[in-house]
């Protein structure tokens, strides 16, 4: 193996024994729970290594980034996620490599999603991303919807042409009643998924914790976790 395909295999290694022992932990099945590795800043290569030791769920948050990378992967079977704030100026990019758009936070981008994805003859899956440090009405400082949101806005998606409602994602809070308290945003987060499946059953995808916290999302009952710096190193540029 090249020296990058052992570090990766390693860092996947170690990641996989991480989610394994939170799942026991938690009484949970290891195959109730889905590593999305994130490749953002991480060249196609990395893809490819990633691909040969059996990852299959990718994500990036940036389109000058991902659309490029998506299609110099375009032969392995990937399913490729966008996590990042999504500007309806890059929807149409994003809608024609992407299979799930995991930062659904508003009405606007619903329409555009939708209008893209039967535009290019796909089907998108959606999560609404919650801001769980959002007041009504409000946006958060990292993307997403206030809770109290969450019902009109996954409505929309299921009735929008071209999208699949799959579920809800979240970003652990930097700020408000859940800062620094992962475990207690990933519980409530869970309590909305359960609310949101009561009217949409196959709404059935959690997506939440990271690197540092993804044994608490777990925990919680998160079915996919997304994982970049205990996999990939730390980020080329920050230092």
């Known amino acids: 193996m090249t020296d990058r395909k052992t570090q990766l295999a390693t860092n996947l290694a170690q ?3 991480r989610i394994a022992s939170a799942c026991a932990a938690a009484g949970r099945k290891r195959e109730e729970v889905t590593l999305i590795v994130v490749t953002k800043t991480y060249p196609a290569s990395d893809v490819r290594i990633l691909h040969e030791l059996g990852v299959r769920h990718v994500a990036e948050n940036r389109d000058q980034d991902a659309a490029p990378k998506a299609a110099a992967c375009a032969d392995l079977s990937l399913t490729w996620h966008f ?10 990019s994003v809608a024609s490599y992407a299979d799930v758009v995991q930062s659904v936070d508003r009405t606007k981008l619903v329409t555009s999603l939708s209008a893209a994805a039967v535009h290019g003859g796909r089907e998108l899956g959606c999560l609404i991303q919650v801001a ?3 007041e009504s009405g409000e946006r958060g400082d990292r993307g997403g919807v206030a809770p109290d949101g969450i019902g009109e806005l996954a409505d929309a998606v299921a009735a929008a042409p071209g999208l699949r409602l799959d579920g809800l994602m979240t970003v652990a809070p930097l700020a408000g009643a859940y800062a620094g308290r992962q475990r207690a945003a990933f519980d409530r987060l869970m309590e909305f998924s359960s609310r949101l499946r009561g009217n949409h059953p ?9 690197s540092a916290d993804l044994e608490e999302a777990v925990a919680a009952g998160a079915t996919h976790v997304r994982v970049g710096t205990a996999v990939l190193g730390v980020r080329p540029g920050l230092g």
């Open 15 to 17: 990641v996989e024994q």
């Open 83 to 92: 996590v990042g704030q999504l500007q309806t100026n890059k929807v149409r």
């Open 132 to 134: 769980l440090d959002a």
């Open 202 to 210: 196959a709404a059935n995808m959690v997506s939440a914790g990271m």
